[in-house]
């Protein structure tokens, strides 16, 4: 069965702090791995991924991906009270192009 | 990448009632896809809507349940037929192209309450 796992499941930190988040994924026909940011309905596209290693940035935000170890991790440095969000990892599948998330990480930043 | 307008963008509705959902995407797009987001949980795929002929339903979902049409390459209609109170969710439909790099986007989403 394709999965998508994420973790930690909630977090909260201090503005300036620096996070990690991470995904995991075992899906069928891989073609890619996407991060989205979520505050009200619609998730916001931060990332798309499907090369290994290379390092995707996008001012404090950064994300790379592992096609052997299967994962991706989401950095976000110096964060704000404004990155506080619902962070969602999703791996899309060739083909289908279905994606399949993961249960996403509730990001706190406290003043 | 494409722009989707989905209406309405909230609505409550009384238990046994159906509500229609629309997106309209500013190009013609390969697929599109309903989303659903049960309260405090991840975004579940309902189905993929194809042009010319019957949606794809993922397991636990049903056109009886969920009728779907897409007409064309820019628009499809979700319903949710016979609501119960367990259908309050967020629905969000997406589109993903070729043309636009398999880039995936989303509509803004409708946030349905059943009483």
């Known amino acids: 069965e394709d999965k998508v796992v994420q973790s930690p499941l909630s977090l909260v930190v201090h503005e300036g702090d620096t996070v990690t988040l991470n995904c995991s994924y075992e899906?069928?026909?891989?073609?890619?791995l996407l991060w989205y940011k979520q505050e009200k309905k619609a998730p916001t596209f931060l990332f798309m991924l499907?090369?290994?290693?290379i390092e995707k940035k996008s001012g404090r935000l950064s994300s790379i991906l592992d096609k052997k170890e299967l994962f991706s991790i989401l950095n976000i440095t110096a964060t704000q009270t404004g990155d506080s969000a619902v962070y969602l990892c999703a791996s899309a599948q060739g083909g289908s192009e279905k994606l399949v998330f993961g249960k996403g990480t509730k990001l706190t930043v406290n003043p | 990448s494409a722009v989707i307008s989905q209406k309405p963008s909230r609505d409550i509705c009384q238990r046994g009632t159906s509500l229609t959902i629309q997106c309209q995407v500013d190009s013609q797009v390969t697929m599109m896809f309903w989303y659903r987001q049960q309260p405090g949980q991840s975004l579940t795929l309902i189905a993929t809507a194809n042009q010319g002929s019957e949606a794809t339903y993922e397991s636990g979902f049903v056109i009886d349940k969920f009728p779907i049409s897409r007409p064309n390459l820019t628009f499809s209609t979700l319903t949710v037929s016979n609501m119960s109170p367990e259908d309050s969710s967020i629905y969000l439909c997406?589109?993903?192209?070729?043309?636009?790099?398999?880039?995936?986007?989303f509509g803004s989403g409708t946030r349905l309450t059943v009483v």
């Open positions: 899906v069928t026909n891989f073609r890619s």
């Open positions: 997406s589109v993903v192209s070729a043309v636009l790099n398999y880039g995936y986007t």
């Open positions: 499907t090369s290994s290693g």
